[in-house]
Each structure stands twice: as structure tokens, then as C-alpha cells.
T-cell receptor, first 113, second 116 residues
Framework: QQQVKQSPQSLIVQKGGISIINCAYE??????FPWYQQFPGKGPALLIA?????SEKKEGRFTISFNKSAKQFSLHIMDSQPGDSATYFC????????????FGTGTRLTIIP | GAVVSQHPSWVICKSGTSVKIECRSL??????MFWYRQFPKQSLMLMAT?????????EQGVEKDKFLINHASLTLSTLTVTSAHPEDSSFYIC????????????FGQGTRLTVV
């Protein structure tokens, strides 16, 4: 199975709040899990990525939590700002990113004042 | 991070004509390039994977005779949409992977193709 399921489809968070987006995968051969941010009319940009040998990775306001046994991973955006309003995609690949990415369906995040 | 430049950013063409989209890795050698297609408010759908000097590998359902991919050098890959039709209108995005940067694939800014 190559599917990566992402939820929610859309999310509205107040400025300063925590945005949480979840993903689940089925293929246990996946070993690289990146998150991408995409603004309208632009290509995706890598936010943060994790490998399954760690359960959490933090970079600034962005944190990935990874649960290998549940085959789930999530993105947490702390202190959410209006500039974070974008579409977020989780993805997964094999061979530590050397192979093609399988993308989730995307989450449209809106941060309101 | 590395820079991947995609050109043009947008293009309008008449039905039946062909359009070429370029994807360049500006500061690294891309051993592998990926081409995606994205419809409005949808996810990225992988069309094909190309390795420098070899034929592209197309995903199931993608017409290789319609979407011609050439990866002639380690810094350039091209996607040609042949005999374009309105249903080919979409956002096309490339990404480039180079071993120098290990696991990260960098994305171009995308090309908006409109076929009229």
C-alpha cells in the first residue's frame, strides 16, 4: 500500500494557538517522512522531516511527532501566525528519501487574528 | 537550501500545440528529477521519475507519448506536453534530488499551464 492519509482537510486556528495536522501511512517500508508548506501558485517547500529512529523532531515553532507502532506522524505548529496560512502536505518515501514521495491529500490552514 | 528553477512560471497555449517546461537545478547536480501535476485544491500527483541519461519512468495512467520527459544533463530536465488539450491545463511542478543534499528533494516554483 502506498497511501498516506492526512487530516483534517482544512483547519482554522487563532493566532498564537497550536495547529495540529495528522498523517497515517500503511507501508512499513517508508522510512522518511517530510512535511511541506505550499502557498498559492508556488511549489512546495520543505518544512521539516523525520526518520523513524526518533519519535520527535523540533525546528523552531515546528515539531514532528512520530509513532512508529501506530504508523502515524503529526505536525505541530506552535504560536501559529497569519503568515503560516498555507496548505500543508505530509509525505513519505522509502530509502531515506532516495525514492519518490507519496503525498497526503493536504490541509488548508488558516490562521485568524 | 538548494535552488530549483522552473520556467516558465505560466504559459497559455492553443489547443493542439506543444509546450515545453524546463526544470533546472542551479547549484547542485540532480541525479533524479520528478515531475508532478497538481489540480486546484488537490495534492501533488507524481507523473514520472527521470534519471540523468536514461529514460523516464512513468506512473501508471500517465501517457508517455503525451508527456515527454528529457533529462539530458545533471542540471536540466524538460517536460513537453504534446498536442495539448484543455484537460491538460494544470499546475506542473518539478523536484530535483541530488546526493549532495542527501535525502532532501527541492521543488521548483511550478508552471501554470492553460490550454485554450
Amino acid at each position: 500500500q502506498q497511501q498516506v492519509k492526512q487530516s483534517p482537510q482544512s483547519l482554522i486556528v487563532q493566532k498564537g494557538g497550536i495547529s495540529i495536522i495528522n498523517c497515517a501511512y500503511e507501508n512499513t517500508a517508508f522510512d522518511y517522512f517530510p512535511w511541506y508548506q505550499q502557498f498559492p501558485g508556488k511549489g512546495p517547500a520543505l518544512l521539516i522531516a523525520i526518520r523513524p529512529d526518533v519519535s520527535e523532531k523540533k525546528e523552531g515553532r515546528f515539531t514532528i511527532s512520530f509513532n512508529k507502532s501506530a504508523k502515524q506522524f503529526s505536525l505541530h505548529i506552535m504560536d501559529s501566525q497569519p503568515g503560516d496560512s498555507a496548505t500543508y502536505f505530509c509525505a513519505a518515501s522509502k530509502d531515506f528519501g532516495n525514492e519518490k514521495l507519496t503525498f497526503g491529500t493536504g490541509t488548508r490552514l488558516t490562521i485568524i487574528p | 537550501g538548494a535552488v530549483v528553477s522552473q520556467h516558465p512560471s505560466w504559459v497559455i497555449c492553443k489547443s493542439g500545440t506543444s509546450v515545453k517546461i524546463e526544470c533546472r537545478s542551479l547549484d547542485f547536480q540532480a541525479t533524479t528529477m520528478f515531475w508532478y501535476r497538481q489540480f486546484p485544491k488537490q495534492s501533488l500527483m507524481l507523473m514520472a521519475t527521470s534519471n540523468e541519461g536514461s529514460k523516464a519512468t512513468y506512473e501508471q495512467g500517465v501517457e508517455k507519448d503525451k508527456f515527454l520527459i528529457n533529462h539530458a544533463s545533471l542540471t536540466l530536465s524538460t517536460l513537453t506536453v504534446t498536442s495539448a488539450h484543455p484537460e491538460d491545463s494544470s499546475f506542473y511542478i518539478c523536484s530535483a534530488y541530488g546526493k549532495v543534499y542527501n535525502t532532501e528533494a527541492f521543488f521548483g516554483q511550478g508552471t501554470r499551464l492553460t490550454v485554450v
